[in-house]
C-alpha cells in the first residue's frame, strides 16, 4: 500500500464547521474505514458509527479527507425513512 496516497488521520488543525447529526458519509477509501453516519458531537469531534458498528470521533478535516458527504440536515421525514430502513441492518445506526 502506498502510503503517501493515504489521508491522514491525525491531523490537528480543525475548522470552526461541525457536520450536523445524521449527516451520512461515505468512504472515499474502504481499506481505512467504511460508510458512515454522525450521530453526536463531542467538543471539537464528530463522533459516527461505521456501517459495521463501531463509533470513533472524527474532526472535520478528517471526515472531509475521508468521506464523501452523501447528505446532510434531513428533515424529520427522510429520518423516519432512515431509522426504519437502517433498522433492518445487522448495526442498527
Known amino acids: 500500500m502506498n502510503t503517501s496516497q493515504t489521508p491522514q488521520l491525525h491531523k490537528h488543525s480543525v475548522s470552526n464547521r461541525l457536520f450536523s447529526v445524521n449527516t451520512v458519509l461515505h468512504t472515499k477509501d474502504g481499506r481505512l474505514i467504511g460508510n458512515a453516519i454522525i ?5 471539537k469531534f464528530n463522533v459516527i458509527k461505521t456501517d459495521y458498528g463501531h ?3 472524527f474532526t472535520d478535516e478528517e471526515i472531509t479527507e475521508c ?3 452523501a447528505y446532510s440536515d434531513l ?12 433498522g433492518d441492518h445487522k448495526h442498527f445506526v
Do not use: C, L, N
Open 75 to 86: 428533515t424529520e421525514e427522510e429520518k423516519q425513512y432512515m431509522r426504519e430502513t437502517i
Open 39 to 43: 450521530i453526536g458531537h463531542e467538543d
Open 55 to 57: 463509533t470513533v470521533r
Open 67 to 69: 468521506f464523501y458527504i
